[in-house]
C-alpha cells in the first residue's frame, strides 16, 4: 500500500478536488483500471436502460457469467463522492463480483452532482431497483433472489436501498457495503487520523459533498447519512468491508453497530493497512483480491448458491 501511495505522488497529478467536476471525471476514469485485477470475459455483457421517475434513460450495464435464465442480480452502485465515476470506472470490479459469485450485476450509472444534487442519485438508485424487482425476470433475473451492493457514495446509496426496500416490503438477499459514507458530518475520529495522504483526503470529501448537499437538513437527511435513519430493523443482512486507514472507517463502524443492535446480520471485514479505494487495486495489493472473494462468498450464501 505505501509503494501504491509513493507512486501516486510521483506521478504529480493535480488532487481531484482542485479540478472542475467535469475533469475530475475524465481524470478518474483515465486512473480507474490502472492497479486493477485483468479483466474477466464473460458469456454476457449488455448496455441496457432502465426509467427514472421523471423519465430519464438510466443507462446501466448488465454483467452475466452464463446466458442461463434464473440467476440471482446484484444492483451494484458506484463510488465517486455522489460527483466522479461510472459504469466504465468500475466496469473490472462488477465483471469480477458476476464471475466470482455466479451471479448477474447490474451497474447503474445515477447521475452526478453538481449537475444533479441531493436527492437524485438515492431516488435513481431506488428507482432502479424498483424497476429490476418487477421487470428484472424480463432480463433472465431471478427476481426473487436481489441484492444490492456498492462502494463509497454508491455503499451509502445500496445501504439507503436496503431501508427503502424494507418499507417498500421488497426482500433482499443481501447488501454488500464496500466503505460506505454513512454520517451527516465528517466528524468522527477517523476523519482526523486520515485527512492526508492516503488516497482519499478531507479536501477531496469537502468538495464531493459540497455538490452534493447544500443545507445542514440535507446532510441530516438519512437518505444522505444512513446512520440517521429512524430505524434499521428487518432490513436486509449486511455484509461490509472496510480498510482499516480510512477516513470513513469509523462510520462504517457504527452503521455496522447500529445494524447489529437492530437484531441484523452483520459480517464486518476490516482490512488491515490498506486505504479508500484499496478494492480497485487488485494487481497490487492482495486484499483487494481477498474483499472480493469475501464479499463473493457472502453474497454466494445470501443467493443460495453454495
Not at 481524470?27 to 485485477?37: I, K, N
Request: hydrophobic share 45%.
Amino acid at each position: 500500500m505505501r509503494s501504491v501511495l509513493e507512486r501516486m505522488a510521483r506521478a504529480g497529478h493535480a488532487p481531484l478536488h482542485t479540478r472542475s467536476p467535469q475533469d475530475a471525471r475524465v481524470a478518474y476514469q483515465a486512473g480507474a483500471d490502472v492497479l486493477e485485477v485483468p479483466k474477466a470475459p464473460l458469456a454476457r455483457v449488455e448496455d441496457l436502460t432502465i426509467p427514472a421517475r421523471d423519465g430519464y434513460a438510466l443507462p446501466v450495464r448488465l454483467y452475466a457469467p452464463s446466458t442461463y435464465a434464473g440467476l440471482p442480480l446484484l444492483l451494484y452502485t458506484h463510488g465517486g463522492g455522489f460527483t466522479i465515476g461510472n459504469i466504465a470506472t468500475h466496469d473490472i470490479l462488477c465483471r469480477e463480483l458476476a464471475r466470482l459469485v455466479g451471479c448477474m450485476v447490474v451497474s447503474l450509472d445515477y447521475r452526478l452532482a453538481p449537475e444533479h444534487r441531493f436527492p437524485v442519485a438515492s431516488n435513481d438508485a431506488w428507482d432502479a431497483l424498483a424497476w429490476l424487482a418487477a421487470q428484472g425476470g424480463a432480463w433472465g433475473a431471478d427476481t426473487a433472489r436481489l441484492a444490492v451492493g456498492g462502494d463509497s457514495a454508491g455503499g451509502t446509496l445500496a445501504a439507503v436501498n436496503a431501508i427503502l426496500a424494507r418499507d417498500a416490503g421488497l426482500p433482499l438477499a443481501l447488501q454488500m457495503l464496500f466503505y460506505p459514507g454513512c454520517a451527516a458530518h465528517q466528524d468522527t475520529p477517523s476523519h482526523t487520523t486520515f485527512a492526508r495522504g492516503l488516497v482519499l483526503e478531507e479536501p477531496a470529501i469537502s468538495w464531493f459533498f459540497g455538490h452534493y448537499v447544500h443545507s445542514r437538513a440535507e446532510r441530516e437527511d438519512w437518505r444522505f447519512a444512513p446512520l440517521l435513519a429512524p430505524d434499521v430493523d428487518g432490513v436486509a443482512p449486511a455484509w461490509v468491508g472496510l480498510a482499516e486507514c480510512d477516513p470513513l472507517v469509523d462510520e462504517g463502524v457504527d452503521y455496522a453497530d447500529k445494524l447489529r443492535l437492530a437484531g441484523v446480520p452483520v459480517d464486518l471485514e476490516i482490512y488491515r493497512g490498506v486505504t479508500h479505494e484499496f478494492i480497485k487495486m487488485g494487481r497490487a495489493i492482495p486484499e483487494a483480491r481477498k474483499a472480493h472473494a469475501d464479499a463473493a462468498r457472502a453474497l454466494r450464501s445470501a443467493f443460495g448458491l453454495d
